[in-house]
């Protein structure tokens, strides 16, 4: 049996505040589905005959305004199992040109998101895509792994 699925790449911008803690770059979205209002990474889907990492620059720099400068994968989420078959990649990025803006309609704003905000929204299901709580282990957070991780 062949699935076609949709591809969609998004990326975690990082940056290091006071102290060493880090913060993740998340965008509220403006879709007039059930994700209105809900939180998620920059990025979208890659368009047919589209690359991977071109479609990571253009969806990024679309959507906020910034030039990537270096990148690696650090997810792949498929979900094939479903209606609508999706793979997710995710790409960490820690270097980029730019200041980060709201360029696009399909966003309310973008904000800067330390560990335990990030831990709030998953409390509160403020995230659009169940999964992304997942993808953020590449940064060791580890939200969601327990209760006893999320804030009361």
Do not use: N
Request: charged residues 25%.
């Amino acid at each position: 049996m062949r699935v076609k699925a949709t591809v969609s790449a998004h990326v975690l911008l990082v940056e290091c505040v006071a102290g060493g803690a880090e913060r993740v770059l998340m965008v509220r979205l403006a879709y007039k589905d059930h994700r209105w209002r809900k939180w998620s990474f920059p990025g979208g889907f890659v368009d047919e005959g589209e690359g991977l990492e071109a479609a990571l620059l253009r969806e990024v720099s679309e959507e906020i305004g910034v030039g990537l400068q270096t990148w690696e994968q650090v997810a792949v989420i498929p979900s094939l199992g479903q209606e609508q078959p999706h793979v997710s990649f995710v790409f960490l990025c820690r270097e980029w040109l730019g200041e980060v803006e709201c360029r696009s309609h399909e966003l309310l704003e973008a904000a800067w998101v330390d560990r335990s905000m990030f831990a709030r929204f998953v409390q509160e299901g403020a995230l659009a895509y169940p999964v992304m709580y997942q993808q953020m282990r590449c940064l060791g957070w580890g939200v969601g792994e327990s209760e006893e991780e999320l804030p009361a």
